[in-house]
Antibody, heavy 122, light 109 residues
């Protein structure tokens, strides 16, 4: 059974960089069938797609976040990572990683990590 | 930007039918997906490609599409169905690969 697990600091200071890693177990991140994505959810609010990556390193980003986001993949560790720069309180959210089934970065999200809360505060 | 519009809330009594709509200009060309999210939990896929149900999802959940609107129907609503429901799709230009609706809170009276 495929599992995804987010990890990283739960507290980040304003203007600094948020860094999270998603570890995939029970399956290979190098599968040609899937993209891998990051989604976030501010407390009490809805879901927002951040971006997606293919095992080859091809990425798609939400245009509203593109200038601050970098998603990378490490196939040797079966992990993919998120970096979000210049964070503010508005970036406080539960961050989820997920598998994306579809082509060219679009499709459905049948598998999600449990999510990790990241708070931006000094 | 591209938006998917959902009603903020829907309320039904147990045993009744709940319908949650999602509207977007690209929906005639793009598949829609539905997720259920309960408090403190990650979203769970309920429906893919407008009306396909993943294994393990009860038959009382169904999906349909008509023009720029897709609908999630829950027949014979149960108390355990109280949750937030999100639709997801993409725009037609390829710019927004994944877009979520604002979510609908289903209350079982």
């Amino acid at each position: 059974q495929l599992q995804l697990q987010e990890s990283g600091p739960g507290l980040v200071k304003p203007s600094e960089t948020l860094s999270l890693t998603c570890t995939v177990s029970g399956g290979s991140i190098s599968s040609s069938s899937y993209y891998w994505g990051w989604i976030r959810q501010p407390p009490g609010k809805g879901l927002e797609w951040i971006g997606s990556i293919y095992y080859s390193g091809s990425t798609y980003y939400n245009p509203s976040l593109k200038s601050r986001v970098t998603i990378s993949v490490d196939t040797s560790k079966n992990q993919f990572s998120l970096k979000l720069t210049s964070v503010t309180a508005a970036d406080t959210a539960v961050y989820y990683c997920a598998r994306l089934d579809g082509g060219y970065g679009s499709g459905t999200l049948p598998r999600w990590g449990q999510g990790t809360l990241v708070t931006v505060s000094s | 930007s591209y938006e998917l519009t959902q009603p903020p809330s829907v309320s039904v009594s147990p045993g009744q039918t709940a319908r949650i709509t999602c509207s977007g200009n690209a929906l005639p060309k793009q598949y829609a997906y539905w997720y259920q999210q309960k408090p403190g939990q990650a979203p769970v896929l309920l429906m893919y490609k407008d009306s396909e149900r993943p294994s393990g999802i009860p038959e009382r959940f169904s999906g349909s599409s008509s023009g720029t609107t897709v609908t999630l129907t829950i027949s014979g609503v149960q108390a355990e169905d109280e949750a937030d429901y999100y639709c997801q799709s993409a725009d037609s230009s390829g710019t927004y690969k994944v877009v979520f609706g604002g979510g609908t809170k289903l209350t079982v009276l």
